[in-house]
C-alpha cells in the first residue's frame, strides 16, 4: 500500500511567518503533486513536480520534490491570511493515472 | 468550461436507505474519481475509471457501494443500504490523460443519520 505522510496536520502562524510542509513517503513516484483547498470546495491544483530535485515557485510558494522522488516539501514565505486552506500532497506511481492524496495540512494563518 | 458538476451538495438521510451520487466530468476528459473525505481518514480513493471502464475499485470499502459509468458525461456512486459512518464528503474529479492535473467538483456531503 503506497502511503503518503504529510507533517504537520495542523498550523496556526502569523502573518509574516515562514513555514515549511512535509511530504514523505517510502514509495517512488513518478510526480507529485500539491493542491489546496478551501472550506466546500473540492482542492485545486497548485503545481505539479516531475524531477527528482526539481525545484518550482509560485509567487510566495516554493515547491522541491526530493532527489529520490519519494518526498517533497512545500515552504511559504511571509504568508498571508489569503494562504489559510488545506494543503494536499498527491503521488503517482506511473502514468496509470492513479493519484493517492496525504492526510492534508490545515493552515492557519493570523492577521 | 463549467467544471466537473456533482450532484447534489447535501444529502441526509437514514441508516439503511440507497443513496445515488452524481458527477458529470469535464467534457474530453478520459479519466474520472471518486473520492471521500473524512477528518479521520483524509482523501481515499474509491475508484477511478478511464474511457468509462473501471480501473481500480480497491478503494471501494464493502459491497454495499457500487459505481457506474454508462457513458463519458456522467457517473454515478450508489451506498445500498447506507450506514452512519459513510457520512464524509464524496468528491468527483475527472483529468484529461494520466499525468495531467485533476479537477475537482465541489462534492457531495453525505450525512446518515
New interface residues.
Partial sequence: TQLLEQSPQFLSIQEGENLTVYCNSSSVF??L?W?RQEP??????LV?VVTGGEVKKLKRLTFQFGDARKDSSLHITAAQPGDTGLY?C?G?T???????????TTLQVKP | DAGVIQSPRHEVTEMGQEVTLRCKPISGHDYLFWYRQTMMRGLELLIYFNNNVPIDDSGMPEDRFSAKMPNASFSTLKIQPSEPRDSAVYFCASRSSGSSPLHFGNGTRLTVT
Fill in positions: 513518478s510526480s503533486q493542491y466546500g470546495e473540492g482542492p485545486v491544483l505539479t494536499l498527491a503517482a506511473s502514468n496509470t493515472g492513479k493519484l493517492i492524496f496525504g492526510q492534508g
